[in-house]
């Protein structure tokens, strides 16, 4: 058994770790509400505004430049993770899945159909991971993370759109963490342009089909729409990983809060003991050096 110094600094010590992760949940609590609020607030207005650009080309078959599917000869991954640690599997799960999509891109490619891969990193544990291990890194956006307002990702977002447009990329896919709750977080891999179709029947839609009035047209419309639609789409993406992170931070805090509380109670019990064992000692030697006196 510890002696009672050695269990007393290890008492100290979780008791000071337990002090730390405690205060650092109740900074995620607060930062997962504000993010929480605004992904909430966001998907609606995402969501409807698809709806609308799907409803213009799934019935009129309008087709755009962001349409346009083409063989696969570069394909780019958005990777978002976190700037910081301590999110549980947080992070190392966005990481597995991009390097099993470019495992899957490298296994697939062939003579006719390399499939150059390039990434953007989004976040730091993504971006000091594949800065050592990916060759093809064109751009990584840390700090977009601190600042995830609207004009600053939809910069970034007009930036793939276009190298889109200009064929540098001929698919881009986007590697995040989706929120669904502070306790849930689903891994997502989406492809982000070409834009896939929204699949509609037609039996489906008749007899009520939106009663849109389009001016001036619908083809003009749908052109504007779709890069305000990849932009919010975008944008939501952040808003769901920063969800999801500060909900990961928490409960990984909250558990690590718990673990603590524990082991405290398992050290305490250890120290108890060995204090009840040092005492019951002093006692039997007291009881000892004076039965030897009398005799």
């Known amino acids: 058994m510890a002696n009672l110094k050695e269990v007393r600094t290890r008492i100290a010590s979780v008791s000071s770790t337990q002090q730390i992760t405690s205060a650092m949940k109740m900074v995620s609590a607060a930062k997962f509400r504000r993010a929480q609020n605004a992904i909430v607030g966001m998907r609606p207005y995402a969501n409807q505004l698809g709806a609308?650009?799907?409803?213009?080309?799934?019935?009129?078959?309008?087709?755009?430049?962001?349409?346009?599917?083409?063989?696969?000869?570069?394909?780019?991954?958005?990777?978002?993770?976190?700037?910081?640690?301590?999110?549980?599997?947080?992070?190392?799960?966005?990481?597995?899945?991009?390097?099993?999509?470019?495992?899957?891109?490298?296994?697939?490619?062939?003579?006719?159909?390399?499939?150059?891969?390039?990434?953007?990193?989004?976040?730091?544990?993504?971006?000091?991971f594949f800065g050592k291990r990916f060759d093809n890194v064109v751009g990584s956006y840390d700090d977009m993370l601190d600042n995830a307002t609207f004009d600053t990702v939809a910069k970034l977002a007009d930036e793939v759109m276009q190298q889109f447009c200009d064929k540098k990329y001929d698919r881009v896919e986007l590697i995040y963490n989706q929120f669904k709750n502070s306790l849930v977080q689903i891994l997502s891999t989406e492809q982000?342009?070409?834009?896939?179709?929204?699949?509609?029947?037609?039996?489906?839609?008749?007899?009520?089909?939106?009663?849109?009035?389009?001016?001036?047209?619908?083809?003009?419309?749908?052109?504007?729409?779709?890069?305000?639609?990849?932009?919010?789409?975008?944008?939501?993406?952040?808003?769901?990983?920063?969800?999801?992170?500060?909900?990961?931070?928490?409960?990984?805090?909250?558990?690590?809060?718990?673990?603590?509380?524990?082991?405290?109670?398992?050290?305490?019990?250890?120290?108890?003991?060995?204090?009840?064992?040092?005492?019951?000692?002093?006692?039997?030697?007291?009881?000892?050096?004076s039965e030897a006196l009398k005799g």
């Open 192 to 289: 982000f342009l070409p834009i896939v179709p929204t699949e509609t029947s037609k039996s489906a839609g008749q007899g009520v089909a939106n009663d849109y009035i389009y001016e001036p047209s619908k083809e003009a419309i749908l052109r504007e729409m779709i890069p305000l639609t990849l932009r919010s789409h975008f944008y939501r993406v952040i808003l769901d990983s920063l969800a999801s992170e500060h909900g990961a931070r928490m409960n990984a805090m909250q558990k690590a809060t718990d673990n603590a509380t524990e082991l405290l109670k398992e050290l305490r019990l250890s120290y108890n003991k060995a204090r009840q064992a040092a005492i019951t000692n002093e006692i039997i030697e007291i009881v000892s050096g």
């Open 52 to 128: 609308i650009a799907a409803d213009i080309d799934t019935g009129d078959g309008i087709q755009t430049p962001y349409h346009e599917v083409r063989r696969l000869d570069n394909v780019l991954l958005v990777v978002v993770t976190s700037n910081k640690g301590l999110c549980g599997a947080f992070n190392s799960n966005v990481i597995k899945q991009a390097q099993a999509r470019i495992d899957y891109y490298h296994s697939t490619a062939t003579a006719e159909q390399p499939a150059r891969l390039s990434m953007i990193t989004i976040g730091k544990r993504c971006s000091e």
